[in-house]
């Protein structure tokens, strides 16, 4: 792997050229780059762990597309599905078989939930999954944790983590944290911390009757990687259930990547919604919901909470998210992906303690933040206290050596099952250059 400043003019010009067309020249906040600074890579194509830049220098992923790509890129099986799917015709609107079968395999691993909507995004997925809730219960407000993030729906841009807390029109610390969301809508968001139970017992004594649901990522990836303490969980599962409001996982990032069952199978807990999106779409643009029958029967046209969509359960997403759960259920990665982690993990921790950096890291199976602080960083408070400046050069040491972590503190970086020794290896050797070129200042 060079060492040598590699040259990006290609993606230089595409930045530029698409500054002039799309805002920020991106189709989502994050990918421009704004956190670290710098011209973003635009991607001409990936295999297995890496990518391949405009100007053709190879990367190594942590990205996997924010989280879909648990199987690399371009998985034989996934690809050879999509052929097919394609040689049939790409949508419809009408049902198809592989909208059922990709429904049982979701339902298969998460027994808490009978029925599933698909959507085309994680956000549709929350958004549907917080109607659905205000339906059920009959009550408006909703609670969330700060920075953790949900999608843009209106209601849930509100101290919201992953590029809120970088980019965006407002501030992270103010409600709501974009232009654009009346602070009417606002206001039937309630703001809880992560990782604090009085926070949110506070929240149900003063206005617990008025509570439909409480969304959470059972593990933060959006604040970067925070784990939930046993007492949070307790709370959380005790404190719902106890005022009748429901539980959501928004296990949009989680689902099947920390376990078959996601994070929900892992930490023991029992939502009476779960929200998924990214791996069941193998890389296409899918989300879905889902929950107990008596629920889930409320949604239109079983009841009378409408969604709808002209894309939802499109034939060739469903291909993509049908071979990649067969393919994690034929050879489950997740032991692989352990190893891999507890190695890049014990290799980090050991560069920043000999390059003398103040560091710590968060880690559940292959979703990853290097925070720079000492830890513990179990909050939200605690993470945005980090060194940003120090990640910025940590990012762009990483990346002049090829490996492309995400642009941002604030984010989780994902490994995939396509990740072996080669990648490892390289990985650590340009971590310890990166980190060891910051503590010479
Ligand atoms: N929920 C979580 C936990 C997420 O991480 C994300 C996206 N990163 C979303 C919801 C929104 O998903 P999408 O970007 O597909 O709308």
């Not at 194509?45 to 391949?52: K, M």
């Not at 219960?137 to 807390?165: E, P, W």
């Not at 969301?181 to 004594?205: G, I, K």
């Not at 909470?305 to 050879?331: C, D, F, K, R, W």
């Amino acid at each position: 792997m060079s060492t040598r400043t590699p040259l990006i003019q290609r993606s230089q010009e595409l930045f530029e050229r698409a500054q002039t067309v799309i805002p920020g020249g991106v189709n989502s906040p994050v990918r421009a780059f704004k956190a670290v600074g710098g011209t973003p890579r635009f991607i001409a194509r990936a295999e297995g762990a890496r990518l391949w830049d405009a100007d053709g220098n190879e990367l190594i992923d942590y990205l996997g597309s924010w989280g879909p790509m648990i199987l690399g890129h371009k998985h034989p099986k996934v690809q050879a599905a999509l052929r097919a799917a394609l040689e049939e015709g790409t949508s419809y609107g009408a049902p198809t078989e592989r909208e059922v079968r990709l429904a049982e395999l979701v339902l298969q691993a998460y027994p808490s939930c009978d029925m599933v909507r698909f959507v085309s995004s994680g956000t549709e997925a929350t958004m549907s999954a917080l109607r659905l809730a205000r339906g059920y219960t009959g009550r408006d407000r909703i609670v969330k944790f700060r920075g953790n993030y949900h999608g843009h729906a209106d209601g849930l841009l509100v101290q919201a983590g992953s590029g809120l807390l970088t980019a965006g029109g407002g501030s992270a610390r103010s409600a709501p944290s974009s232009a654009g969301v009346p602070q009417a809508f606002a206001e039937l968001t309630l703001v809880a911390d992560y990782n604090d139970p009085e926070s949110l017992e506070a929240l149900f004594a003063s206005q617990g009757p008025e509570i439909a649901a409480v969304i959470f990522e059972p593990v933060v990836g959006n604040a970067g990687v925070l784990i939930p303490t046993p007492e949070f969980l307790e709370a959380l599962q005790g404190l719902t259930r106890a005022h009748g409001a429901l539980l959501i996982a928004d296990e949009v990032m989680t689902g099947f990547r920390l376990a078959p069952g996601g994070a929900v199978e892992r930490l023991g807990l029992e939502p009476d919604l779960v929200c998924w999106g990214k791996i069941i779409g193998g890389g296409l643009p899918v989300g879905a919901y889902g929950g107990k029958r008596e629920i889930m029967e409320q949604v239109a046209p079983s009841g009378p909470v409408y969604q709808a969509g002209t894309l939802s359960g499109n034939p060739i997403a469903m291909a993509a998210g049908i071979a990649t759960l067969e393919a994690l259920a034929e050879h489950p990665p997740y032991a692989q992906l352990e190893a891999y982690g507890q190695a890049l993990q014990t290799g980090l921790e050991e560069i920043a303690r000999s390059a003398g950096v103040p560091a710590t890291l968060n880690r559940a199976g292959s979703m990853i933040t290097l925070f720079f602080r000492e830890g513990p960083v179990q909050t939200y408070a605690e993470a945005v206290g980090s060194d940003t400046e120090a990640f910025k050069r940590f990012f762009h040491g990483l990346l002049e050596q090829g490996i492309y972590w995400p642009p941002s503190q604030f984010e989780a970086a994902f490994f995939s099952a396509a990740h072996g020794e080669a990648e490892l290896k390289a990985t650590l050797e340009a971590a310890e250059a990166a980190l060891r070129n910051l503590a010479a200042g």
